[in-house]
């Protein structure tokens, strides 16, 4: 009777909020349970030392998220409130970005017993940067702060998706703050919620495994602590704040979470079932028993539940906490939508009550791509409660890009400091290091192509954060400036799992014969490289792009490679692409209205050709060629780059590639790059920044065209996969 009350109940309720507006609809939080009972939580931001200026926002974010939790929050910097009496009144305490020694010993062992009984303590950022004279502390926070770099942006990794206060989040979630380095690795001690990518951005210490947020047990109490909340823009952030509220939350004991120490199966990825994003018809439960407080619940025969941040690619199994005093019945797992493709299913029997759980578990036969949806199927009335549950993935060594995304990579630059003299960035009759050939000015500087440990490397990670698989090599004929330096590249490529295909420009004495020995050359001189190029979907064939293929009439020699390599002409001229096994476009303005391309495309299609239009996020030459009347093209703050990638995959636009080339990674003088230009270039000299690129500013805005490149890379991953199941 319970149950089938409750769902009349919510019905009204549901009537009442449409008619006063779609807002009352909006899915709860990701991680969200039942409203607690109310609860205090003592704010103490205490310093000794550095004073972050970010410490009022904290306060005011922190006071605003207790008025909507219902939790009440008092403020102080005063020790004198660390009794057992004063400490006895609050459920947590949080640390904002305290420094130094701020407490006595007298006060430090109220502190601990209060934690130790049953209490919960919150770290945030500098609050790893506190009490170093006492030992206990260091298990507490869980780690103390030995160094950070700039403030810059960087790749934070989602490791639990079940804890409140990372479960709203994605796998990767890109932000600026200032990124901490620590005295020790705390993984052992802790339960780690997120990381960092240290390939993302400059300065990490912490060897690759960098927990930066992460909780654990303290006897019969809680401990959080999160390194992010450095800037006062966290503090608007709601991400952010949702990650506050949600280790608030665990540390006060008024939701339940698994913060058990150890190092989480990367194959399996474990959720709050009450996390949904969207949903029909399912409302969330309170259950004293259930992980987080809360299950999802109200579930009748044809209801649904989404989760955006869930992905089912590689997904081989599902497994369910459930329970049920209702009529059972089927758990359908699809991946898109609530009807998309359907993965697999497993059934829920009654198990008695309410209160009572078991698993239940059940392969997916069928191959995932997009987010999460359940699917609830079963008889009339209530059928089953689900407290959380788990993909189990096919493991995979390390994620790549997409090898079907390919950037221009130019490796022609050269500084007096490792080449004798400037190359190209003194082009246009410019003196370099500040006054350079280019309308935009490298995050990194006039740098030089052969800087291995330098440039080079930091290029590759960057590639990663881009999402594409593939760079296009820069290539101006044997035992060139660019040849030479190819080694250093390959390598460091393989480092990061980036390939290598070859772009052949129009070098002085250029045939086609000539390029047909080139093939020959690439492939024996580097072909034994794990970064060499094959492309699995062509035969595993080797990819070369022929930079002005119209120069040359006569192609006929290509045949001799047509079935060991993927050579492709620059055009979209069809009558002049015999003998080749593929197109490009490359020019940088013409992706905005795509000429020919959709004719193109299904030439492409119809003769077996690779078909690869090029998109750019704009064009300017104007300080390299000074005096040029061609046309360019702005980028308009990311318009004009998600306007061309937008045609390319808009199959009555784009012709429906086979691969999307990218103009360019880093070609400075034509302002096409990618690569992160500063945002405070030298003054005096005009140059454009990334400024506004995708609603970024600043510091953030440098990686904005690497961010979007991963989005665009995915949505074609997806569609590409999309299109082959409907085939």
Known sequence: MRRQLSRRVRHIACAAALALGAAFLAPAPAGAAAAADPYDVLVFSRTAGFRHDSIPAGITAIQELGAADGFGVTVTEDASAFTPSSLAGYEAVVFLSTTGDVLDSGQQDALSAYVDGGGGFVGVHAAADTEYDWPAYEHLVGAWFKSHPAIQQAKVVTEDHAHPATAHLDDDWVRTDEWYNYRTDPRDDVHVLQSLDESSYTGGEMGGDH??????????????????????????DPDFRQLLLGGIQYAAGAVRADCGSGTPDPGVSSVEAESYTSSSGVQI?????????????YIDNGDWAGYASVETAGATSFTAKVSSAGAGGTIEVHSGSATGPLLGSVDVAPTGGWETFTEVTGALTATGSGPLFLRFTGGAGSLFDIDSFTLTKEQNAKATGSSNVHLFYYPWYGTPETNGSWRHWEQ????????????????????????????????????????????????WGRGGYEDTLAPKVLDAAARHGIKVAWHIEPYGGRTAASVVDDIAYLNDKYGDSPAYYRDAEHGDRPAFYVFESLRIQDWSALDAVRDSAVVLAQTTDTTKVAHFGGIYTYDGIAGATAPGWQQAGEYAEANGLVWAPSVAPGYIDDRAVPGNTTPTLGRENGASYDLEWSNALDPAIGGSPSWVSVTSFNEWHEGSPIEPASSTPPAGHGYQTYEGAYGKTGAAAETAYLDRTAYWAARFEQQRTAARAAR
Do not use: N
């Open 211 to 236: 927990p930066i947020t992460w909780c654990h047990p303290q006897q019969q109490g809680r401990s959080f602590y999160t390194g992010l909340g450095h800037t006062i823009e966290s503090y608007s």
């Open 285 to 297: 439960a309170a259950h004293a028993g259930a992980g987080g407080g809360a299950t999802l619940g």
């Open 428 to 475: 246009g009759g410019h003196t370099p290091p500040d006054d350079i050939g280019a309308d935009l000015y490298p995050k990194l500087g006039p740098y030089d192509s052969g800087d291995a440990a330098g440039a080079v490397e930091q290029h590759m990670k960057w590639i990663e954060q881009s999402g594409a698989g593939v760079i296009v090599y820069s290539w």
